[in-house]
């Protein structure tokens, strides 16, 4: 017999990764960017597309109108535009030639706001361009399946995709169905695993190949039919995300 999993749906996720502390405190994260920031604060910036055009890459968002949006990488290099008067940015830069995690920002005068999230360009844009989350699904923006990605601390995983209507889940002989919200973003909890383990999305069935080795660094590497990341979140707790292949 089959067991429900966990989260029933895309908005509210049962448990936290255990990299992100869960409180009654915290503020749920969310792809939808805000109108306005409250008083006094600056928020960061949200990067909601990217487009390849001949050798360049054009990431597109919204940030606070007029401030100045970045995305620097821990080698110190940066890239950044200004924000328009309705909040738009556009941000292009060559495809560098291998992996690229960037940390985006905000800064509004002498005030700077900093982005929990990472963007990472796999492989000069050839792989997939992500936005990792500490603590929550991770976010595709290149053209991806029907399983986007998962999310792995090593005690519990985070499916998740876009779909425009319901998704019938099964993995580990349990199941689950979870409608997107309106974005068309869903995720689902599900269950710890040792990998390798099969999660079926629809009518296709993904081979999950576990977390990899652990370490500290940034790892980026081919994972049977996808693509693995090993990376450590702003807290500095660790998190595998496995990418699979758009065919």
Do not use: N
């Not at 706001?113 to 991770?138: F, N, Q």
């Amino acid at each position: 017999m089959k067991r429900a999993m966990l989260g029933k749906t895309a908005m509210a996720i049962p448990a936290c990764l255990a990299l992100a502390a869960c409180s009654p405190s915290a503020t749920p994260q969310t792809d939808r960017v805000q109108t306005e920031a409250p008083a006094g604060w600056t928020r960061p910036p949200a990067i909601a597309a990217v487009q390849g055009t001949r050798g360049s890459l054009v990431f597109t968002g919204q940030a606070e109108p007029g401030a100045r949006v970045v995305l620097r990488a821990d080698s110190g290099a940066a890239y950044a535009a200004a924000a328009d008067d309705g909040g738009r940015f556009e941000i292009r830069m060559a495809a560098p030639a291998g992996d690229l995690l960037l940390r985006p920002e905000t800064q509004v005068g002498q005030d700077a706001a900093h982005s929990p999230d990472r963007l990472l360009i796999v492989a000069g844009g050839r792989g997939p361009i992500v936005i990792l989350r500490p603590g929550g699904p991770t976010r595709r923006l290149d053209r991806a399946p029907a399983l986007g990605a998962i999310d792995s601390d090593g005690r519990m995983r985070l499916a998740s995709g876009t779909s425009s209507s319901a998704v019938e889940l099964q993995a580990g002989g349990e199941s689950g169905r979870v409608a997107p919200d309106s974005s068309g973003r869903w995720s689902l909890a599900l269950g710890p695993s040792a990998g390798p383990d099969e999660i079926r999305v629809g009518a296709r069935t993904f081979a999950w190949p576990g977390e990899g080795a652990p370490g500290t660094a940034l790892r980026v590497e081919r994972a049977g039919e996808g693509w693995r990341v090993v990376w450590t979140g702003p807290a500095g707790a660790r998190q595998s995300t496995w990418l699979p292949d758009a065919a």
